[in-house]
């Protein structure tokens, strides 16, 4: 990784929503913010099913930027399985229930529960994005915990007011939103701020 800033990990998991992750990949990449990637192998499963381009193509791809770095599940040695190595934060998109549960339990058994285990024990920004429907009250018992330490909770709803046209209009949203959760960029976009009247009863 030849940028020597902090950077951001991002976090994949197997549930659905694999572009949402590639684009925060790359829309990190684009910004300069160097980025560690880890990813679960029932991710790798679900990115095959739901992508054009292998996973393996997309690290090369990443890898070629020069602010990159990716280490697989196992890894417990990575940097990020440690305090001491800084980050600006963490992003886990998608995030599986299974994930939610465990990083709500303390469960760091892999490395990417572990570096969500180091940003809430350091108090680094940390945004999840869940993609589950419908949500069983366990599942909202464990959302509601990583709220109360902090995290941020991102479902990655349609931003219905600003009539988008397609998924990838969706997914740039939530993408956008989460960079403005871990404190990367200031604001939305223009384009992405609704001006019309608040929600009401």
């Known amino acids: 990784m030849e940028n020597s800033a902090p950077p951001v990990i991002v976090g994949i998991t197997g549930a659905s929503g694999s572009v949402m992750a590639a684009t925060t990949v790359?829309?990190?990449?684009?910004?300069d913010v160097p980025v560690v990637v880890t990813a679960s192998a029932a991710a790798r499963l679900v990115w095959r099913e739901e992508m054009e381009e292998s996973f393996g193509a997309a690290?090369?791809?990443?890898?070629?930027?020069?602010?990159?770095?990716?280490?697989?599940?196992?890894?417990?040695?990575?940097?990020?399985?440690?305090?001491t190595f800084p980050t600006r934060g963490m992003a886990i998109v998608p995030c599986?229930?299974?994930?939610?549960?465990?990083?709500?339990?303390?469960?760091?058994?892999n490395l990417l529960r572990r570096a969500a285990d180091v940003c809430l024990k350091e108090r680094r920004p940390m945004v999840i994005?869940?993609?589950?429907?419908?949500?069983?009250?366990?599942?909202?018992?464990?959302?509601?915990?990583l709220a109360h330490l902090g995290v941020t909770v991102l479902p990655p709803n349609p931003p219905f007011y600003l009539k988008p046209a397609t998924i990838d209009d969706t997914v740039s949203f939530t993408v956008e939103r989460t960079l403005v959760a871990l404190g990367i960029s200031s604001?939305?976009?223009?384009?992405?701020?609704?001006?019309?009247?608040?929600?009401a009863d």
Do not use: C, K, Q
């Open 26 to 31: 790359e829309r990190l990449l684009s910004m």
């Open 187 to 199: 604001e939305l976009p223009i384009g992405m701020v609704y001006r019309g009247p608040r929600d």
């Open 129 to 145: 994005v869940p993609r589950e429907a419908p949500l069983s009250a366990i599942h909202l018992d464990n959302l509601a915990s």
């Open 59 to 83: 690290l090369e791809r990443w890898t070629d930027e020069g602010r990159f770095a990716y280490y697989s599940f196992g890894e417990l040695n990575a940097p990020i399985a440690s305090g």
């Open 96 to 109: 599986s229930m299974a994930t939610a549960a465990a990083i709500a339990h303390g469960l760091a058994d």
